[in-house]
């Protein structure tokens, strides 16, 4: 049986919004901005489709759809089979619109889900990597350590979910034909991704969140060399992820995130300004390996994604908030490897002592039998849908429940700059003041 719940998340942030300036109700919106409008919202602006497109009302609709606040999607597939193809597409595991793909990202995802490539052993692979780590924030735990502020139970995740959303930013250049952008950005996942485990590690050893309230607070940022170090456990087994790890993000450097030599230009498989060449539709290669190093860097971190539990039968709908991982999940982290990896990764994991003292504590409660766990069914979540579309419906609310609470709200001041501020940071004498002003 297979199951799948969408499950969205309001939540409101009413934001102060000014925008006040003589002559224009909307003044920056010159021909450049038009010009991205008509490029990326192809369905608003095609002089073909909508010769009607007012772009100050489009706009307009951006500005309350900022004041109404953020919305959150999340999904989740839960299944009793084992399944031959990964059941989240590419827009599910990446939280991408697909109406909003341009004609040449939908064209290039076409011909990738075709097989035309020749590559359909790759690609699936790709996908059931990417279906792991959709599932790696299901074991994501909150111990109640002290903390200043609450919110940072939910916050210390704020880097995998927005190594996330680079991802897909990545991934929708490489769709796109911007193949330089694609690779850019992947140094910025592994990135992100390290911070991830380096405060899950960091706050775990101190049992405080005050590190982290730190980096929110003051943005500060340790070495590369400091958080590398810290990220992973100190033993052989980790240091050969580590070193996989220190040598994409070399790599990456290499090829694209400084000035490059012309053997890695986009030039020499396409001409400029061109959306794809055979090259460039293979881009998605290198995003593959990329993702497995940072999914080698979370299995080494939560040794537990490596033995998957019935929950439903210990814990009924009072789910344990993280720790554990199912057994739906568990065959996702299995097909994201070879099978020899599986089973190195999965000896590791049998040698920390987390994993014997968390799988000892599970089996110390009891089997529920289907009634009991039907009687854990809270009837604010509507009626009760039977035992695997209700486990599903949770997670998919408790992911996006995750997703939302993970960002924390940006402050900053939304009076306008004034007359003077604009002109300092325009004119070379507005920067000398500036200089000076810094003793530089």
Same mark, same amino acid.
């Given at each position: 049986? $297979?199951?799948?719940?969408?499950?969205?998340?309001?939540? *409101?942030?009413?934001?102060?919004?000014?925008?006040? !300036?003589?002559?224009?109700?909307?003044?920056?919106?010159?021909?450049?901005?038009?010009?991205?409008?008509?490029?990326?919202?192809?369905?608003?602006?095609? $002089?073909?489709?909508?010769?009607?497109?007012?772009?100050?009302?489009?706009?307009?609709?951006?500005?309350?759809?900022?004041?109404?606040?953020?919305?959150?999607?999340?999904?989740?597939?839960?299944?009793?089979?084992?399944?031959?193809?990964?059941?989240?597409?590419?827009?599910?595991?990446?939280? /991408?619109?697909?109406?909003?793909?341009?004609?040449?990202?939908?064209?290039?995802?076409?011909?990738?889900?075709?097989?035309?490539?020749?590559?359909?052993?790759?690609?699936? @692979?790709?996908?059931?990597?990417?279906?792991?780590?959709?599932? /790696?924030?299901?074991?994501?735990?909150?111990?109640?350590?002290?903390?200043? &502020?609450?919110?940072?139970?939910?916050? =210390? +995740?704020?880097?995998?979910?927005?190594?996330?959303?680079?991802?897909?930013?990545?991934?929708?250049?490489?769709?796109?034909?911007?193949?330089?952008?694609?690779?850019?950005?992947?140094?910025?996942?592994?990135?992100?991704?390290?911070? =991830?485990? #380096?405060? #899950?590690?960091?706050?775990?050893?101190?049992?405080?969140?005050?590190?982290?309230?730190?980096?929110?607070?003051?943005?500060?940022?340790?070495?590369?060399?400091?958080?590398?170090?810290?990220?992973?456990?100190?033993?052989?087994?980790?240091?050969?992820?580590?070193?996989?790890?220190?040598?994409?993000?070399?790599?990456?450097?290499?090829?694209?995130?400084?000035?490059?030599?012309? &053997?890695?230009?986009?030039?020499? %498989?396409?001409?400029?300004?061109?959306?794809?060449?055979?090259?460039?539709?293979?881009?998605?290669?290198?995003?593959?390996?990329?993702?497995?190093?940072?999914?080698?860097?979370?299995?080494?971190?939560?040794?537990? *994604?490596? %033995?998957?539990?019935?929950?439903?039968?210990?814990?009924? +709908?009072?789910?344990?908030?993280?720790?554990?991982?199912?057994?739906?999940?568990?065959? +996702?982290?299995?097909?994201?490897?070879?099978?020899?990896?599986?089973?190195?990764?999965?000896? +590791?994991?049998? !040698?920390?002592?987390?994993?014997?003292?968390?799988?000892?504590?599970?089996? =110390?409660?009891?089997?529920? !039998?289907?009634?009991?766990?039907? @009687?854990?069914?809270?009837?604010?979540?509507?009626?009760?849908?039977?035992?695997?579309?209700?486990?599903?419906?949770?997670?998919?609310?408790?992911?996006?429940?995750?997703?939302?609470?993970?960002?924390?709200?940006?402050?900053? &001041?939304?009076?306008?700059? !004034?007359?003077?501020?604009?002109?300092?940071?325009?004119?070379?004498?507005?920067?000398?003041?500036?200089?000076?002003?810094?003793?530089?």
């Amino acid at each position: 049986m $297979s199951t799948r719940v969408h499950a969205w998340l309001g939540r *409101l942030e009413p934001l102060e919004y000014s925008c006040e !300036s003589p002559g224009s109700k909307f003044p920056c919106l010159d021909l450049l901005s038009l010009t991205f409008l008509r490029d990326n919202f192809p369905e608003f602006m095609d $002089s073909t489709s909508n010769k009607n497109f007012d772009p100050f009302l489009f706009v307009e609709s951006l500005i309350d759809q900022t004041l109404k606040g953020r919305e959150f999607q999340a999904s989740y597939h839960a299944t009793t089979e084992d399944l031959d193809h990964p059941p989240y597409s590419i827009f599910d595991c990446l939280d /991408i619109n697909r109406g909003l793909l341009s004609p040449t990202a939908s064209e290039a995802l076409n011909v990738l889900e075709s097989g035309s490539l020749e590559a359909e052993k790759e690609w699936s @692979a790709f996908k059931w990597k990417l279906a792991a780590f959709l599932h /790696i924030q299901d074991i994501f735990d909150a111990p109640l350590y002290d903390q200043a &502020d609450p919110r940072a139970l939910f916050s =210390q +995740y704020y880097f995998y979910y927005e190594s996330r959303n680079v991802l897909s930013e990545s991934f929708l250049c490489g769709l796109n034909g911007y193949t330089i952008g694609a690779s850019a950005l992947l140094r910025v996942f592994i990135e992100f991704s390290l911070l =991830q485990t #380096y405060f #899950y590690r960091l706050i775990n050893k101190s049992r405080s969140y005050r590190c982290l309230e730190q980096y929110f607070e003051k943005s500060f940022n340790p070495s590369w060399n400091t958080v590398l170090r810290k990220a992973l456990p100190n033993d052989d087994f980790s240091n050969t992820v580590r070193f996989r790890i220190q040598s994409h993000l070399d790599g990456l450097s290499e090829s694209t995130l400084h000035p490059y030599h012309p &053997d890695h230009s986009s030039v020499q %498989h396409k001409t400029p300004n061109s959306s794809h060449s055979l090259e460039s539709l293979y881009f998605w290669c290198l995003t593959n390996v990329t993702l497995e190093s940072v999914l080698w860097l979370y299995y080494v971190n939560f040794p537990l *994604l490596f %033995h998957p539990v019935n929950i439903l039968k210990k814990f009924g +709908y009072n789910l344990p908030g993280g720790l554990l991982i199912d057994e739906s999940a568990g065959r +996702y982290i299995r097909k994201s490897l070879a099978e020899h990896d599986y089973q190195l990764f999965q000896g +590791y994991s049998e !040698s920390q002592q987390i994993t014997k003292d968390i799988l000892e504590w599970h089996s =110390q409660f009891p089997d529920l !039998s289907e009634k009991e766990i039907a @009687a854990t069914w809270n009837v604010d979540n509507g009626e009760y849908p039977g035992p695997l579309a209700g486990y599903a419906k949770l997670m998919a609310n408790f992911r996006a429940l995750r997703i939302g609470m993970a960002t924390v709200q940006r402050s900053f &001041d939304p009076k306008p700059l !004034s007359d003077a501020a604009l002109e300092a940071i325009r004119t070379f004498k507005g920067w000398q003041k500036i200089r000076k002003r810094n003793k530089r």
